[in-house]
């Protein structure tokens, strides 16, 4: 598999899992039920083993993404912060949301098969780490939709077909 497949699979991915928890709220889940929480639970997992992939890549590579011909200078100069900030909120926001299940005062399990946290935690920890999560994935959410503004700004104001790089090919056609 060529290394842009495999960034384009990482990605989508990301954007499926991240869709999911803003669609499904942590107080849809707590009105859900146990199966909801354990999906959550199940989700956040998979979203921590994506994250950790794109961080060791940073970590090994630097920034993928390299500032196209097209950008003006400011663009240019503020191209690895925006990516930054990406790499910087999605660790903390996958961190949080573990923080929130360890503190919880009862087993939760992902899928419904694997046991995430001992059970440990109390009410008021929980309620506690449970904010700060959700503050941080506002947070997150918020540097997703600068990065998906500054796309399509690039790939409409510019024209430098930006969104074409990450489309999957069967797709490229249509923008």
Do not use: C
Not at 15 to 33: K, S
Not at 65 to 84: C, D, E, F, I, V
């Amino acid at each position: 598999m060529q290394k842009r497949t495999r960034l384009k699979i990482l990605h989508w991915l990301t954007a499926a899992l991240i869709l999911y928890f803003f669609l499904v709220e942590p107080e849809d889940v707590r009105e859900l039920g146990a199966a909801a929480l354990t999906t959550h639970a199940g989700a956040g997992v998979i979203l921590g083993l994506i994250v950790g992939t794109w961080m060791l890549g940073f970590l090994r590579n630097g920034i993928i993404s390299k500032p196209g011909p097209k950008l003006p200078q400011w663009a240019r100069k503020t191209h690895k912060y925006g990516y930054g900030a990406l790499y910087l909120m999605m660790p903390i926001m996958v961190l949080s949301g573990a923080m929130a299940g360890f503190a919880a005062p009862y087993v939760i399990h992902a899928f419904d098969l694997l046991p995430i946290n001992p059970g440990f935690g109390t009410k008021n920890l929980h309620d506690w780490a449970e904010e700060v999560h959700e503050i941080v994935f506002n947070i997150t959410i918020a540097t997703i939709l600068g990065h998906t503004l500054f796309h399509l700004w690039r790939h409409f104001w510019l024209r430098d077909n930006a969104l074409r790089i990450m489309a999957p090919k069967m797709l490229q056609k249509y923008l």
